[in-house]
């Protein structure tokens, strides 16, 4: 049974930090592209970045130069660290596990990040 359980999403102030997490089991972790979308209220899921099972690394030009997405394969996990946070940012933030080649694509539940002052 594959699962991608992400935490670390919150309340922040403008110009505040968070640390988002996604944490991967039941797949070979390390042969995925891992990704970070949100979805804010009444709009679309956006892509927001990308890192590759070679570690190539991709952002939508909005978050570029205050977001930071890495993985550990050691521990099935990806990261995506958030600085200087604008209100813009606020959305739901999903982590998506994508094997293209064999068509597999599994996305985790959730969590809310609100940037409010």
């Known amino acids: 049974q594959v699962q991608l359980v992400e935490s670390g999403g919150g309340l922040v102030q403008p110009g505040g930090s968070l640390r988002l997490s996604c944490a991967a089991s039941?797949?070979?972790?390390?042969?995925?592209?891992m990704r970070w979308y949100r979805q804010a209220p009444g709009k679309q899921r956006e892509l927001v970045a990308t890192?590759?099972?070679?570690?190539?690394?991709n952002y939508v030009d909005s978050v570029k130069g205050r977001f930071t997405i890495s993985r550990d394969n050691a521990k099935n996990t990806v990261y995506l660290q958030m600085n200087n946070l604008k209100p813009e940012d606020t959305a739901v933030y999903y982590c998506?596990?994508?094997?293209?080649?064999?068509?597999?694509?599994?996305w985790g539940q959730g969590t809310q990040v609100t940037v409010s002052s």
């Open positions: 998506n596990a994508n094997f293209n080649f064999l068509g597999l694509n599994y």
């Open positions: 890192i590759t099972s070679d570690d190539t690394i």
């Open positions: 039941g797949i070979k972790f390390s042969s995925y592209a």
